[in-house]
């Protein structure tokens, strides 16, 4: 039966992957869509448990006046069917009732309903463009889709669940006093008036403060992470003591949200209390005043202040259940400014996948500033790479070497122009198909916190095990994955590489990229400072591999060190996102300009960026 109501929902929905709505209600909808039948069923049931919990209540009322009006030997005969139903009611209909809005709830709900946002919210975020990481921690868009899942599942169920059960609740006990006495009504409905006007006054402040909590908690999670993150930067620089103070800065902020909602928190409870005493006392005396006037009976007395009692019990979970609900939507609000952010890159609607026949790439008068046209990174650039060509960036950093990568990526879109691959335009293409299309091994290898083998078969999942062993041998990695071992007794291609490849050096990760996209295959390749890594007896062995794996591919290849790239078909030098100049190594060199001024400079074979800036100087002059 577990499963049964289990697999009534689902915890991960096919649903197609759109931006969430931006408002409130909207956004709550849009992540419930998938669980409204099991909310409005879960409600149904605390209806019927909130009218059954007061009919009790008037039934103690009736046992009073029963015992009050009857013998021993009369109270069987006259009332034997009615205690034999309200017992019925209170060992079969309440348990019933209240297994199956558990189920629902904890079964169906509480489990499938905070993944199911996850989920959706994962899927969403993966598609987020490259910027949008830029902008934030990592730690604390991952907290953010935690604490929203959360915040949404609460504040949803509370709302079905809590209010109606409350809301029939008080319903039911009104019309249970008024069929006792009129005035017995008047004290309640005064101190409703009065808990309402309380709420109305308390709740938005705790709703203010739990936004900023909600943001604060996420903060001080993200600072806490990037320090994880970057362990050994901060170790290396010996900065244990201002990491910590980097991280007090907001805890301390944090703090101070949990202060003031606590001091909100002691205020609004006293108020709750002196309301609830108030009116506990004058319910009794309004009972006594009635009876001694003999307008209502002793059991119409036990009604009344056992209601007021339950009234007192449950008024300051109803305060803190409404602070719940009030403090998660401020976390909902909080995580909807994130999580409904529109992908700032997105494909056109039906766009088709690129076909990569030959590999020609074209930049069509490219302008592209960051959004900051007095930045000035490309403007109006405009140069073709034949199918099958090699060719090299030169050009001192800044020079806009890896913003044509990108942009060649389509991590951002163009302000102007057009860039083709085999004559399609990469902006009406599916940026999947272009990715896949593209095989690039970067400077800064950053691995998954995976095995060794997920690493690799990330270039290509369907890939055999000879296929993998191939690609690792070709890059010389096997020799040294043979060896690795993990503190989870894993060896060999299972071993963790640790979060971003931390457990291997720098020439390991660059061969395991290497691998990477030996196995992909891609028709482009695009290399940045791919040896930079290695020392020269593995570059040395691996070039040969290299040179197989560009074999037949258009390439594109950034490096600091000429020598890298002097073989390539054809070098262009930029800087400021223009073509200095382009040609052959002999060509350039021939031509005495900038790249020759350059290869003459790098006796040690690397550019520098005051190498650019005074060679332009000379050139200028």
Not at 454 to 462: C, Q
Request: hydrophobic share 45%; aromatic share 10%; proline share 2%.
């Amino acid at each position: 039966m577990f499963k049964f109501f289990e697999g009534l929902t689902s915890a991960f929905p096919k649903d197609k992957v759109e931006t969430p709505p931006n408002t409130l209600f909207a956004f709550c909808m849009y992540y419930s869509r998938d669980f409204l039948w099991p909310i409005l069923f879960m409600s149904i049931l605390s209806a019927c448990i909130a009218i059954i919990e007061v009919s009790l209540m008037a039934f103690m009322g009736s046992i009073v006046d029963m015992l009050s009006n009857h013998t021993p030997e009369t109270l069987w005969d006259a009332e034997g069917t009615r205690i034999i139903g309200m017992g019925l009611v209170i060992i079969v209909v309440i348990p019933v009732v209240g297994f199956f809005h558990s189920m629902i709830m904890h079964q169906t709900l509480l489990g499938n309903f905070p993944m199911s946002v996850r989920w959706l919210a994962h899927r969403y975020l993966l598609n987020q463009s490259v910027t949008f990481y830029q902008d934030d921690f990592a730690g604390r868009i991952a907290t953010k889709v935690m604490q929203t899942s959360l915040a949404i599942r609460e504040t949803v169920m509370k709302f079905a669940d809590m209010l109606v059960y409350i809301t029939v609740y008080f319903v039911s006990m009104f019309v249970l006093m008024a069929k006792a006495d009129l005035w017995l009504m008047v004290p309640v409905i005064i101190w409703l008036i009065a808990y309402v006007l309380t709420q109305v006054y308390f709740v938005p402040k705790m709703k203010r403060i739990a936004t900023a909590q909600a943001d604060a908690r996420s903060l001080m999670t993200g600072r806490i992470v990037d320090s994880y993150t970057n362990i050994a930067t901060v170790k290396l620089f010996s900065h244990t003591n201002r990491e910590t103070e980097y991280a007090e800065k907001g805890m301390q902020s944090f703090l101070q949200t949990v202060y003031a909602q606590m001091r909100m928190a002691t205020v609004f409870l006293f108020s709750i209390d002196m309301l609830n005493y108030l009116l506990l006392f004058s319910v009794a005396a309004l009972s006594i005043g009635l009876w001694m006037n003999s307008m209502i009976t002793v059991g119409a007395i036990a009604v009344a202040i056992s209601l007021a009692l339950r009234i007192q019990g449950m008024s300051k979970w109803i305060m803190w259940e409404i602070s719940a609900i009030f403090e998660n939507i401020g976390t909902v609000v909080d995580g909807m400014n994130t999580l409904s952010k529109p992908v700032s890159t997105q494909d056109i609607d039906q766009a088709p996948a690129l076909e990569v026949k030959n590999g020609g790439i074209e930049f069509d008068h490219v302008s592209f500033h960051y959004g900051e046209k007095e930045k000035g990174v490309i403007d109006d650039l405009h140069f073709t790479i034949k199918p099958g060509e090699k060719v090299g960036l030169v050009g001192r950093s800044g020079a806009g070497k890896s913003t044509l990568v990108n942009l060649l990526l389509r991590f951002y879109d163009l302000e102007s122009g057009t860039i083709r691959i085999d004559g399609q335009d990469i902006s009406k293409v599916k940026q999947d198909s272009l990715r896949g299309n593209i095989g690039m091994i970067t400077q800064d290898t950053s691995l998954l916190h995976r095995s060794i083998r997920d690493n690799i078969l990330y270039g290509r999942p369907d890939a055999t095990e000879a296929e993998l062993l191939s690609a690792t041998t070709q890059a010389h990695a096997h020799e040294f994955i043979a060896d690795l071992t993990d503190t989870f007794g894993n060896v060999g291609y299972d071993a963790q590489v640790g979060e971003r490849g931390v457990k291997l050096s720098g020439g390991q990760r660059q061969r395991i990229a290497i691998s990477r996209v030996l196995l992909k295959d891609a028709p482009i390749l695009i290399m940045d400072e791919a040896t930079s890594a290695l020392d020269s007896e593995v570059e040395a062995a691996i070039q040969e591999s290299l040179d197989e794996l560009m074999e037949g591919k258009t390439v594109i290849a950034i490096a600091h060190r000429l020598s890298t790239i002097a073989a390539m078909d054809r070098l262009i030098v930029l800087d400021k996102g223009q073509i200095l100049e382009q040609g052959s190594h002999q060509e350039l060199i021939a031509q005495g300009g900038v790249y020759a001024q350059l290869w003459a400079h790098q006796t040690g074979g690397f550019l520098g960026a005051e190498e650019v800036e005074s060679d332009e100087d000379g050139v200028n002059a």
